[in-house]
């Protein structure tokens, strides 16, 4: 089992910045790869960003490249979301998830076997 917990949003202008922490518990040895979704109010969850746990080879969704960017820090079994340039259509329910089959991938939320409980991050206009 895995457990991850979210910290970090908030109410931000836009333009403005925000760091998400995800930290992970229980058998983290296990993991490969960790990503953060986001689901927007009537819209289906979506990719972020992930990365590997070993390697720390990462991936952006292209709506967030050059803006978001997710890091790791393997010994406080950490996973961070740096937010910058923040928009209105950012605002979402943002969750991480730890991938601990090895899927070979970061984009597909069924790759994911455990999710936190997601941090609500709103931009106002």
């Known amino acids: 089992q895995v457990q991850l917990v979210e910290s970090g949003g908030g109410l931000v202008q836009t333009g403005g910045s925000l760091r998400l922490s995800c930290a992970a518990s229980g058998r983290t040895g296990r993991i490969h790869v960790m990503g953060w979704f986001r689901q927007a109010p009537g819209k289906e969850r979506e990719f972020v960003a992930g990365?590997?746990?070993?390697?720390?080879?990462?991936l952006a969704a292209n709506s967030v490249k050059g803006r978001f960017t997710i890091a790791k820090d393997n010994v406080a079994n950490t996973v961070y979301l740096q937010m910058n340039s923040l928009k209105p259509e950012d605002t979402a329910v943002y969750y991480c998830?730890?991938?601990?089959?090895?899927?070979?991938?970061?984009?597909?939320?069924?790759?994911?076997?455990?999710w936190g409980q997601g941090t609500q991050v709103t931009v106002s206009s």
């Open positions: 990365i590997s746990w070993n390697s720390g080879n990462t």
């Open positions: 998830a730890a991938d601990t089959d090895y899927n070979g991938g970061y984009t597909r939320d069924d790759w994911y076997d455990y």
